[in-house]
């Protein structure tokens, strides 16, 4: 079946560490992006990347960096620069960037920071 | 201003009666795509219908349908028949054409919809 996978579904990190999040797609889909959601709010998109090795920052970068060395892959880390990075991360791809363009999500990754 | 404005933190519905939740949106771009998406509590984003701004005709999908005002820049979804498994949080977005600061979608705070028996 094709889709959107993400891992791991819960990460748990300790204050100054450094995690990376999984993202794979096997739609042959061109652009790929990250998500955060806070409880209570809608998403708010972190990175995207239309083509292989580009990618650009999104509403809220800092404290995040992704690599795009692969069409299906979008791997985000989230480092320690990131202040509050508890929250649930949402990987999405659309086969293009035309606005008619539906994005599809993975099942997400729940972070929480101890 | 909001780009997105769901009005509404929360809904009740009886099964198998019709829900209607509540979109608004705000741009100057002429072009431009309106998506709803369902968030169960698992966190999945599901999505459910589209409308682009040069449709002429509401989308429908099934039991949802979108009823889309373009002068009002309202897009409210409609779910007939409700059913249980109905129960989630509802998102609607837009995207915009690509500007080069673009190219992503812009998502309301979403409505808690609950289905009862």
């Known amino acids: 079946d094709g889709g959107i996978t993400q891992s791991p579904k819960y990460l748990f990190r300790k204050e100054g560490q450094n995690v990376t999040l999984s993202c794979e797609q096997n739609?042959?889909?061109?652009?790929m992006y990250w998500y955060r959601q806070d409880p209570g709010q809608g998403l708010r998109l972190i990175y995207y990347?239309?083509?292989?090795?580009?990618?650009q920052k999104g509403d809220i970068a800092e404290g995040y960096s992704v690599s795009r060395e692969k069409k299906e892959s979008f791997p985000l880390t989230v480092t320690s620069a990131q202040k509050n990075p508890t929250a649930f991360y949402l990987c999405?791809?659309?086969?293009?960037?035309?606005?008619?363009?539906?994005?599809?999500f993975g099942p997400g990754t729940r972070l929480t920071v101890l | 201003a909001q780009k997105i404005t769901q009005t509404q933190p929360g809904m009740f519905v009886q099964e198998k009666e019709a829900v209607t939740l509540d979109c608004t949106y705000d741009?100057?771009?002429?072009?431009?795509?309106l998506f709803w998406y369902k968030q169960p509590s698992s966190g999945e984003m599901i999505f459910l219908i589209y409308?682009?701004?040069?449709?002429?005709q509401n989308a429908t999908e099934g039991r949802y349908s979108l009823n889309f005002q373009k002068a009002r820049k309202s897009a409210n979804l409609v779910i007939s028949a409700s059913q249980l498994g109905d129960s989630a949080m509802y998102f609607c977005?837009?995207?915009?054409?690509?500007?080069?600061?673009?190219?992503?979608?812009?998502f309301g705070t979403g409505t808690q919809l609950k289905v009862e028996l």
């Open positions: 999405a791809s659309s086969i293009g960037r035309l606005v008619t363009d539906t994005q599809y």
């Open positions: 739609l042959n889909h061109d652009a």
């Open positions: 990347s239309q083509i292989v090795n580009d990618f």
């Open positions: 741009t100057s771009d002429p072009s431009y795509g």
């Open positions: 409308q682009g701004s040069y449709d002429q």
């Open positions: 977005a837009m995207r915009e054409s690509f500007t080069g600061g673009g190219n992503k979608l812009t």
